[in-house]
Antibody, heavy 121, light 107 residues
Framework: EVQLVESGGGLVQPGRSLRLSCAAS????????MHWVRQAPGKGLEWVSG????????GYADSVKGRFTISRDNAKNSLYLQMNSLRAEDTALYYC??????????????WGQGTLVTVSS | AIRMTQSPSSLSASTGDRVTITCRAS??????LAWYQQKPGKAPKLLIY???TLQSGVPSRFSGSGSGTDFTLTISCLQSEDFATYYC?????????FGQGTKLEIK
């Protein structure tokens, strides 16, 4: 059974940093593209970042480019999102999602339950 | 960045109805489009990828069509469990992007 378990969320002050983690199990982690997708309270989905199986290709939403860094550790079956210079508008539930594809995307077929990040003073 | 626009933003329908949701991309994305269903308090669920390919386990009453810039999601005979919010997503190029969502409500 595929499982994605996010952690690392919490309350953080504007301008500070936070690192999210996603522990994956039930599939061959290094065979797939992985993503972070967020959803602000009461709002729609926003794709945040994606990373290919070997970390050779990464992408970021314009709203987080230069502030967030996605990474993965295939030996640990883990996905990460380093979030720096956090802003109030980064407040959201952050989902880890597995893609159907390895180097190029083909839709996200499994999702975690999310970890909540609240940016507030 | 590619902008995805869904219509309508909300839709009221009855069980047994046929409904169609449209999604338009600001530039051509070939068939690199997915549709997701999200219920309150739950993670999204992949319904369709490659514009028209049904994800494993998804009922055949769901179908997708289109290519280039215009796409549709059709539910042929609404069931009670289909009332949810639906999103399209382009994965043609980074940064990927979702439509704003279509909330399907019971009439």
């Amino acid at each position: 059974e595929v499982q994605l378990v996010e952690s690392g969320g919490g309350l953080v002050q504007p301008g500070r940093s936070l690192r999210l983690s996603c522990a994956a199990s039930g599939f061959t982690f290094d065979d797939f593209v992985m993503h972070w997708v967020r959803q602000a309270p009461g709002k729609g989905l926003e794709w945040v970042s994606g990373i290919s199986w070997n970390s050779g290709s990464t992408g970021y939403a314009d709203s987080v480019k230069g502030r967030f860094t996605i990474s993965r550790d295939n030996a640990k079956n883990s996905l990460y999102l380093q979030m720096n210079s956090l802003r109030a508008e980064d407040t959201a539930l952050y989902y880890c999602a597995k893609d159907r594809g390895r180097s190029i995307s083909s839709g996200q077929d499994y999702w975690g339950q999310g970890t909540l990040v609240t940016v507030s003073s | 960045a590619i902008r995805m626009t869904q219509s309508p933003s909300s839709l009221s329908a009855s069980t047994g109805d046929r409904v169609t949701i449209t999604c338009r991309a600001s530039q051509g994305i070939s068939s690199y489009l997915a549709w997701y269903q999200q219920k309150p308090g739950k993670a999204p669920k992949l319904l369709i990828y490659a514009a028209s390919t049904l994800q494993s386990g998804v009922p055949s009453r769901f179908s997708g069509s289109g290519s280039g810039t215009d796409f549709t999601l059709t539910i042929s005979c609404l069931q009670s469990e289909d009332f949810a919010t639906y999103y399209c997503q382009q994965y043609y190029s980074y940064p990927y992007s979702f439509g704003q969502g279509t909330k399907l409500e019971i009439k």
